[in-house]
């Protein structure tokens, strides 16, 4: 049976909090974030969840907070161009609605798988898939239906899923990640340019 996102509280949890924010950030989303960009891309980014701040509050993917601006930005110096839209990563989250402190539940990213394979069954040109974060990285292998021991997440390490689609594994860019100097924003430009490289070859 199809289920909409738009109108999805599959997760009580994460919905009851949702209408807990609604009363506290009226003018927030405060709801599920769908993917952004071209779905012809061969390229898919995939995050853990909306930040609070970000992508809840505006209702689009990565926009409107610190990870997003570093994404887009490492993204850009990479040399994606918005412009070339066909060419530019689709940009995605594991989690559609924003989690109570960022920490989804098991549970509650295998709910969401659902949206997260509708979308990566439409990229019918997909070769790369970069995964933002290990439980990014679970949720891919769980809908390629890998076994999760089998592929170590690594920063910057590259995995085969299935003919013709890597996955590449990144920390996320995420506040706290970048201050505590876990990822650079080199790094993670390193990422996108390899990505951007497998596609110039392809
Ligand atoms: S996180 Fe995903 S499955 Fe859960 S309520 Fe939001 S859209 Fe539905």
Redesign the pocket.
């Known amino acids: 049976m199809s289920r909409s996102?738009d109108s999805?509280?599959?997760?009580d949890r994460?919905?009851q909090h949702l209408l807990y924010l609604k009363n506290i950030h009226k003018d927030y989303h405060n709801g599920?974030v769908k993917g952004s960009g071209s779905k012809d891309s061969d390229i898919c980014i995939v995050g853990l969840?909306p930040g609070l701040h970000g992508a809840n509050r505006t209702g689009d993917v990565f926009n409107g907070d610190f990870s997003g601006n570093v994404l887009n930005n490492c993204l850009a110096e990479a040399g994606f161009r918005k412009s070339f839209e066909n060419n530019y990563p689709f940009i995605t989250n594991a989690?559609?609605?924003y989690?109570e402190n960022n920490k989804?539940k098991i549970s509650?990213i295998k709910?969401?798988s659902?949206?997260l394979s509708n979308e990566i069954l439409e990229m019918k040109n997909l070769k790369i898939i970069i995964a933002l974060g290990k439980v990014s990285h679970d949720a891919v292998l769980r809908i390629f239906n890998l076994a999760l021991s089998k592929y170590i997440f690594k920063h910057g390490v590259s995995h085969n899923l299935a003919k013709e689609i890597a996955l590449i594994d990144s920390y996320h860019c995420s506040k706290i990640n970048i201050n505590t100097k876990r990822v650079s924003k080199k790094m993670l430009r390193d990422i996108f340019s390899l990505a951007k490289s497998c596609q110039l070859k392809s």
């Open positions: 996102l999805c509280i599959k997760c994460i919905h599920p969840a989690v559609k609605c989690p989804p509650e709910n969401c659902y949206f």
